[in-house]
């Protein structure tokens, strides 16, 4: 079992950056695939991207392509997802999600393959 804390949101304004950083718990970290999705207020969650368990696929949701960059640290159990050139349109609670990858290529994109959840940091970009 993996517990995740995520950190780093806050307000930002419009053209802003954010990096926000998920610590998991647990010695096996490098099993898990990873993914960060947001909620915003009203709406369904969303998935925003996803990695590999190996760090070297990654995949994106179309409205953050380009802008977001998710990365991961093995030796550190950490992942991160970097957010430039921030919109209103991104204010939501974002959340990291885990599951074991099958393969180490393997990434997932869809909430239900996920077994595990942070509690969620919240990012507010003002216009």
């Known amino acids: 079992q993996v517990q995740l804390v995520e950190s780093g949101g806050g307000l930002v304004q419009a053209g802003g950056s954010l990096r926000l950083s998920c610590a998991a718990s647990?010695?096996?970290?490098?099993?898990?695939?990873m993914g960060w999705f947001r909620q915003a207020p009203g709406k369904d969650r969303e998935f925003g991207a996803a990695?590999?368990?190996?760090?070297?696929?990654?995949y994106y949701a179309d409205s953050v392509k380009g802008r977001f960059t998710i990365s991961r640290d093995n030796a550190k159990n950490t992942v991160s997802l970097q957010m430039s050139d921030l919109k209103p349109e991104d204010t939501a609670v974002y959340y990291c999600a885990a599951r074991s990858g099958l393969l180490s290529s393997s990434y997932y994109t869809k909430g239900v393959d996920y077994d595990y959840w942070g509690q969620g940091t919240q990012v507010t970009v003002s216009s």
């Open positions: 647990g010695r096996t970290f490098s099993t898990y695939a």
């Open positions: 990695i590999s368990r190996s760090g070297g696929n990654t």
